[in-house]
């Protein structure tokens, strides 16, 4: 059995841990069939859950408080449900019942019978509490309330409400209409039948749900912070922004980092470390980003980031203005610039996206190893053949991927590095993460 699983091809893992992932779903009550989707937040998120509502045959009440929102909403769902006539995916009949069955709103009483609301405004936990306490008094108590944050304390969100055992986060990734990961964040206070309400209204989305336990950046985004810190190192230790890119693109990422935050914002992440508690005390940290959006290089919203574009192109073009900042940066922190290679690019980022799903495996908020492969095959663009970050250990060896934590922190930094004692029992033990797989399965 277990020699079988060690020579699964890395599509062939995605799809059994796909399947195991699916018999795990907790099973909803089968007398609850939802059909009626409230979406609050008409904004990048909101719109893109909305149009998946409305392909999977939902109702959909789509809420603002800006009626211009609602209004550019109304038009680019329409215009993203005939991309999908043009695809294929859905006849002229269809399409027009889809545009039918939205209802957009700038008042939340429209949501008074909905029987799932997903969250998708601003990324403030004091705004999305104040939400909540206000759907909580609005809706039937069994409606199901679900928020699509991406980094902030489900259960905080929960406590807001007097029904905490019906609040769900649902991490949709953008485009929503088009990522078919959903992270399910489990709380300890949500009850299974919510959970597999969750699963199945993201699988009849046509999306591929995954249930993970509640910290900052929940298991996908998390990881990502380890990976995007690597990469923000090797920057001030000398790798440029487009060698960085190719190195990484190389080895299969559909995209290198350094365009992805491009791509998405600098600013986003840049107020996302601000409100992280757990922020390492380290000036190296995400040092480069941060000067950057502290000198208003926001990525291709303003025209230039890690990388410049012109009049309008999204094509990255390398930008010798950051090289010498980055360069003037390193020299201030002491840091020695050297030439860095492909090997070593690559080497750091995936170990650390090990390194990080180990730690989230220790504290259980990651089920799995496969799960962690499915979500970064499926969120984040890990390259399928290879399995995932999990199984793409296993096959290098831990005793491999061991060697390199203890020399990166040695050499780069102890508190990033040092090994997770579930790393080092495998690895002395001669096992694979795989292995865990089984016993979770079980
Ligand atoms: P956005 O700024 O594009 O849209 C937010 C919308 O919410 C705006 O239209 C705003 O008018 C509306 N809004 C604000 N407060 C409101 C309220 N009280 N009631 C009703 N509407 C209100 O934001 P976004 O990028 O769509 O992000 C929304 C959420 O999704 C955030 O929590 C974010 O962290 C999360 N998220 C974003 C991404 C992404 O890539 N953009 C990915 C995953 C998750």
Same mark, same amino acid.
């Given at each position: ?15 059994? +841990? ?13 007398? %609850?069939?939802?059909?009626r989707i409230g979406v ?6 909101? =719109?893109?859950?909305a149009?998946?509502g409305l392909?999977?045959?939902f109702e959909v009440v789509l ?10 909403? %109304?038009?680019?769902?329409? =215009?993203? *449900?005939? =991309?999908?006539?043009?695809?294929? &995916? ?9 545009? %039918?069955r939205l209802v957009? !709103? ?14 998708? @405004? /601003? ?10 306490? @206000? ?48 992270? @399910? ?46 990469? &923000? ?10 060698? *960085? ?8 990422? +559909? ?12 600013? *986003?992440?840049? !107020? ?53 900042? /980055? ?12 030439? @860095? ?67 990166? +922190? ?21 096992? +694979? ?10």
């Open positions: 059995m277990r020699e079988t699983a060690r020579s699964r091809s890395g599509n062939d893992h995605l799809t059994a +841990a796909i399947e195991s992932m699916q018999r795990a779903w907790p099973t909803p009550d089968g007398t %609850r069939c939802i059909s609050v937040g008409a904004g990048t998120m909101g =719109r893109g859950i149009t998946a392909l999977g045959g809420v603002d408080v800006e009626a211009d929102a609602l209004a550019r909403a %109304r038009t680019d769902i329409g =215009r993203l *449900i005939s =991309r999908a006539v043009d695809k294929g &995916q859905l006849n002229a009949a269809k399409a027009e019942q889809a545009n %039918r957009t !709103a700038d008042k939340l009483d429209a949501l008074a019978d909905a029987e799932i609301v997903i969250e998708a @405004i /601003i990324e403030n936990i004091a705004a999305k509490q104040k939400l909540f306490s @206000i759907l909580d008094e609005l809706t039937p108590a069994d409606t199901l309330l679900a928020t699509n944050t991406s980094t902030l304390d489900v259960q905080a969100i929960a406590s807001a409400t007097r029904r905490p055992g019906r609040v769900v986060g649902m991490h949709f990734f953008s485009p929503a209409h088009v990522m078919k990961l959903v992270e @399910i964040v489990r709380t300890d206070e949500v009850s299974a039948e919510s959970l597999g309400e969750a699963c199945e209204t993201a699988r009849r989305m046509d999306k591929l749900p995954v249930i993970v336990g509640n910290a900052f950046g929940f298991v996908g985004n998390r990881m990502l912070y380890g990976y995007g810190r690597e990469n &923000q190192l090797l920057l001030l230790e000398g790798a440029s922004p487009e060698a *960085i890119d190719a190195a990484l693109t190389s080895f299969g990422m +559909a995209m290198g980092p350094n365009a992805v935050g491009d791509l998405t914002g600098l600013d *986003i992440g840049y !107020a996302v470390r601000r409100g992280w508690g757990e922020r390492p005390d380290d000036p190296r940290y995400y040092r480069v980003a941060d000067m950057l959006v502290e000198r208003g290089r926001l990525g291709q919203k303003s025209g230039a980031g890690m990388f410049r574009y012109e009049n309008g192109s999204r094509e990255p073009q390398p930008d010798p203005e950051v090289a010498a900042m /980055i360069a003037a940066e390193a020299g201030r922190l002491g840091i020695r610039q050297r030439s @860095i290679g492909d090997d070593e690019i690559i080497s750091r980022c995936i170990t650390a996206l090990v390194v990080e799903g180990c730690r989230l495996l220790e504290r259980r908020i990651a089920r799995c190893p496969a799960d962690i492969d499915v979500i970064w095959t499926y969120g984040y663009g890990f390259p399928r053949q290879l399995g995932g970050p999990m199984h793409w250990a296993d096959n290098k060896g831990l005793d491999v991927i061991l060697a390199r934590a203890d020399e990166y +922190a040695a050499r780069v930094g102890e508190a990033y590095w040092s090994a997770p004692a579930l790393l080092r029992r495998l690895a002395t033990d001669g096992l +694979a993460l795989r292995s865990l797989d089984s016993e979770a399965l079980a």
